[in-house]
T-cell receptor
Framework: DVKVTQSSRYLVKRTGEKVFLECVQD?????MFWYRQDPGLGLRLIYF???????EKGDIPEGYSVSREKKERFSLILESASTNQTSMYLC????????????FGSGTQLSVL | GENVEQHPSTLSVQEGDSAVIKCTYS??????FPWYKQELGKRPQLIID?????GEKKDQRIAVTLNKTAKHFSLHITETQPEDSAVYFC??????????FGSGTKLNVKP
């Protein structure tokens, strides 16, 4: 069974802090994604990566960066956290070409105070 | 880019009734349309999907229809049960796995 693991379920940070959200998948998936989930807005794509060291901006990349140094790990970085980045963050992964198999992590609820 | 609109935002039905959730999309290049169910506090899970070369697909009490010309697709749940209560997301995407999600529908099935 595919496992997508996000390092923290809940996270509380201060405005201006640098925040790292980690995601690890154990099925050798090429594609990895970071989504942000807000009530009434659905899931919005922040960044995605289809290979190690490769990344592409999604729909709302401002204020975020990502890192993919190893195939199994995809990190989301908030360089200077702001209150409007308080949200649920979902990581997902899939095999290249296996478009129907998108697996989500359990999510990280980030609160920026 | 793609724009996916989903309606209604909330839907309340009596157990045993049917529920219909509708989505529209804007990019004619989209060819894959999944539906995800997210129970409270859990991760989204794929429940059914349809590709653009098919007009309808059914899996037990769940069905999805697609109208490519009008660029809309719908989720139909028959004989609803309390365990169907969740948030449902539609999405539109292409073969590169980049999905655009709708804003979600909170379905409440009253016993």
């Amino acid at each position: 069974d595919v496992k997508v693991t996000q390092s923290s379920r809940y996270l509380v940070k201060r405005t201006g802090e640098k925040v790292f959200l980690e995601c690890v998948q154990d099925m050798d998936h090429e594609n990895m994604f970071w989504y942000r989930q807000d009530p009434g807005l659905g899931l919005r794509l922040i960044y995605f990566s289809y290979d190690v060291k490769m990344k592409e901006k999604g729909d709302i990349p401002e204020g975020y960066s990502v890192s993919r140094e190893k195939k199994e790990r995809f990190s989301l970085i908030l360089e200077s956290a702001s209150t409007n980045q308080t949200s649920m963050y979902l990581c997902a992964s899939s095999l290249m070409g296996a478009v129907e198999k998108l697996f989500f992590g359990s999510g990280t609820q980030l609160s920026v105070l | 880019g793609e724009n996916v609109e989903q309606h209604p935002s909330t839907l309340s039905v009596q157990e045993g009734d049917s529920a219909v959730i509708k989505c529209t999309y804007s990019d004619s290049a989209s060819n894959y349309f999944p539906w995800y169910k997210q129970e409270l506090g859990k991760r989204p899970q794929l429940i059914i999907d349809i590709r653009s070369n098919v007009g309808e697909k059914k899996d037990q009490r769940i069905a999805v229809t697609l109208n490519k010309t009008a660029k809309h697709f719908s989720l139909h749940i028959t004989e609803t049960q309390p365990e169907d209560s969740a948030v449902y997301f539609c999405a539109a995407g292409n073969n590169f796995n980049k999905f655009y999600f709708g804003s979600g529908t909170k379905l409440n099935v009253k016993p």
